[in-house]
């Protein structure tokens, strides 16, 4: 994996973007980018891309469904009733 590594990755259970661009989804999947545009093409792989104008974009909640990866509960601070805010 090249390049790929140059960059901060929002850990997926945590992740509020509803989609991601094809290097960051490639990180996640721990695949090169070109494997990605490869499905893309090809309407193989695990999950397909939402394409638009022109560019490819991967939803959050398909790469965290082929991982495997579950959401962090939200969590509220500061709220009347939430017994953490009351500590």
């Not at 094809?22 to 999947?29: I, N, P, S, V």
């Not at 545009?37 to 082929?66: C, E, H, Q, Y």
């Not at 969590?75 to 805010?85: D, K, L, R, Y």
């Amino acid at each position: 994996m090249a390049n790929i590594s140059r960059f901060e990755v929002v850990p997926l259970h945590i992740e509020l973007r509803a989609a991601l661009e094809t290097k960051e989804a490639a990180r996640h999947l721990r695949r090169e980018p070109q494997t990605l545009r490869s499905w893309a093409s090809k309407g193989s792989g695990p999950i397909k891309p939402i394409r638009i104008g022109g560019r490819l974009l991967w939803r959050t909640n398909d790469i965290r469904r082929v991982l495997g990866v579950v959401l962090e509960p939200k969590h509220s601070i500061g709220v009347e009733g939430n017994p953490e805010a009351e500590a």
